[in-house]
């Protein structure tokens, strides 16, 4: 029995489900290994809270009256160093924490003590802040209250 002579060999076509589900596996695959190489870079240091409230005060200045902008900017110096406080305190207790894990004998109370400390801090700052921003709302025009109001909070 002779076999019937054919052309050349036709190439065979891959089916589309089998091309979207390699797509879709090497895709999977692709963003676990992106999300597992973002897990060993260090996180980003905090934001600054400073550097939000500067850049506010910035930009407030912009659509301020000269007037409103000069009482905004006075409030804000006048307050500069309780806000880098506010910083500091937050990153000492931050460190207070790492020590406290990384000793030999985990020491609950100074821990807890540590953890009073700065939250008095930060209430006293907070307070001292608190009053810095009634006393110059007060002294705004009620225009530039408006304003300040329609560019939302510090980011």
């Given at each position: 029995?002779?076999?019937?002579?054919?052309?050349?060999?036709a190439p065979?076509?891959?089916p589309?489900?089998?091309?979207?589900?390699?797509?879709?596996?090497?895709?999977?695959?692709?963003?676990?290994?992106?999300?597992?190489?973002l897990?060993?870079?260090?996180?980003?240091?905090?934001?600054?809270?400073?550097?939000?409230?500067?850049?506010?005060v910035e930009?407030?200045?912009?659509?301020?009256?000269?007037?409103?902008?000069?009482?905004?900017?006075?409030?804000?110096?006048?307050?500069?160093?309780s806000?880098?406080?506010?910083h500091?305190?937050?990153?000492?207790?931050?460190?207070?924490?790492?020590?406290?894990?990384?000793?030999?004998?985990?020491d609950?109370?100074?821990l807890?003590?540590?953890?009073e400390?700065?939250?008095?801090?930060?209430?006293?700052?907070?307070?001292?802040?608190?009053?810095?921003?009634?006393?110059?709302?007060?002294?705004?025009?009620?225009?530039?209250r408006?304003?300040?109001?329609?560019?939302?909070?510090?980011?």
């Amino acid at each position: 029995m002779s076999r019937p002579v054919s052309g050349p060999a036709a190439p065979r076509r891959w089916p589309w489900y089998l091309l979207v589900g390699s797509l879709a596996v090497n895709m999977l695959l692709g963003g676990i290994l992106a999300a597992q190489a973002l897990h060993l870079m260090p996180p980003p240091p905090p934001p600054d809270p400073g550097q939000g409230i500067a850049r506010f005060v910035e930009r407030a200045e912009r659509s301020l009256s000269p007037a409103d902008a000069a009482i905004l900017r006075r409030g804000y110096e006048a307050e500069r160093t309780s806000i880098e406080r506010m910083h500091q305190n937050m990153e000492a207790l931050r460190h207070q924490i790492r020590e406290s894990m990384k000793a030999p004998t985990f020491d609950p109370e100074g821990l807890r003590r540590a953890f009073e400390q700065a939250h008095a801090t930060e209430a006293e700052l907070r307070g001292r802040m608190d009053s810095r921003v009634i006393e110059v709302l007060g002294q705004l025009s009620p225009e530039g209250r408006r304003k300040l109001m329609e560019m939302g909070p510090p980011r």
